[in-house]
């Protein structure tokens, strides 16, 4: 089920094309792109968003940037190369697999000693395709994993959009629900709108709708009040970075959920690939959040409701401490609490 695929390569044209999510749901449009630059501002302004979406669409601007190279010099490649990684890499600081995926590409590249430059090119292809694949195959062991954890007949509950847009395909959080759909586990799904960029009312909406999955959208505000009414019996979110102990940062709001489920007694899950651990941080409070611009809060789109002169604070991303999640899923199976030494070891063997 689901396709809904977000990025395309074109082995023959060697073309990046991104589902421009910024105009969903009202137009489906696919741009193209063949410059490593045009592909960091895609990240930078949402036209491709979600962690894992991030990370691959960031390989193949390595790819497209080895490709802008015409001459015979290794080292004028390579050096062409490690500056559009740079620029790759300033987009968005909090999802870490954007760094995973530029990380990789870079050493990848670092073995390419003593081969032409038509070589690298074509061997920097096939490891973003690698990237893109595992990624797709990730979410969808990922979905049948968290498949395992929801009750019968669940009124599920999401915040932001982890889908299929998300990721190369499939999604993390929707893949969760996708396979628990797929295996009738669902009787509904509440889709938090997602301020201040409403990708959940944008985005995961559209997304159930797409597929006949059974969704209300609500405003975040709403939440406490159907988990006081009883109508929720599952929470499932994404995440773009976890800390080595299990805090987990994700889309602004999320904590706030978190402290909700807790408060109801509801399982809070967190679905996310192995790439979006990051082993270097003890805590969530190293995390780095982005703080995005004032106008996403002062209005949408055309529309401006906020006096000029106020002060507006827009951080992208919050933190949910460990202690308030249930379980963490990934693709090599459900981490429990304590996560450090369960994440660890399937780190060992990523």
């Not at 940037?65 to 050096?79: C, D, F, P």
């Not at 292809?125 to 990624?135: F, T, V």
């Not at 997602?194 to 985005?203: S, W």
């Amino acid at each position: 089920m689901s396709d809904i695929y977000p990025i395309k390569w074109n082995a023959d044209t060697k073309i990046l094309t991104l589902l421009d999510q910024t105009l969903l749901p009202h137009e489906e449009v696919y741009n193209e792109y063949a410059d490593p630059e045009e592909v960091a501002e895609a990240i930078r302004s949402l036209v491709v968003r979600g962690a894992p979406a991030i990370g691959c669409a960031a390989a193949f601007g390595v790819v497209l940037a080895s490709m802008r190279y015409t001459g015979t010099e290794t080292g004028e490649l390579k050096a062409l190369v490690n500056s559009a990684m740079e620029t790759l890499g300033a987009t968005r600081p909090t999802a870490v697999n954007l760094f995973r995926a530029l990380d990789r590409m870079g050493s990848f590249l670092d073995t390419l000693t003593e081969v032409p430059c038509d070589r690298i090119q074509s061997d920097l292809e096939k490891e973003a395709l690698a990237i893109l694949d595992e990624d797709l195959a990730a979410c969808r062991r990922i979905g049948d994993f968290g498949s395992e954890l929801v009750p019968a007949n669940s009124k599920i509950l999401t915040h932001c959009n982890a889908g299929a847009l998300a990721t190369a395909g499939y999604g993390t959080a929707l893949g969760v629900i996708r396979s628990a759909f797929r295996d009738n586990k669902v009787s509904m799904v509440w889709v938090d709108e997602t301020r201040p960029v409403l990708q959940g009312a944008r985005l995961t909406a559209w997304e159930m709708a797409r597929e006949n999955i059974p969704a209300t959208l609500i405003t975040d505000n709403a939440a406490g009040a159907i988990m006081a009414a009883g109508e929720v019996d599952f929470v499932v979110v994404g995440a773009d970075r976890i800390a080595s102990n299990g805090d987990v940062a994700n889309k602004i709001g999320t904590y706030n959920v978190a402290v909700l489920a807790e408060r109801h007694n509801i399982p809070f899950v967190v679905a996310a690939p192995l790439t979006t651990v990051d082993p270097s941080l003890p805590t969530g409070e190293s995390i780095p959040i982005e703080e995005r611009s004032p106008d996403e809060v002062a209005g949408y789109g055309d529309l401006s409701w906020a006096p000029e002169k106020i002060h507006i604070y827009n951080p992208a991303f919050d933190v949910t401490p460990a202690e308030l999640i249930t379980a963490i899923v990934t693709e090599k199976g459900i981490v429990l609490t304590p996560f450090g030494p369960g994440l660890a070891s399937l780190l060992v063997t990523e």
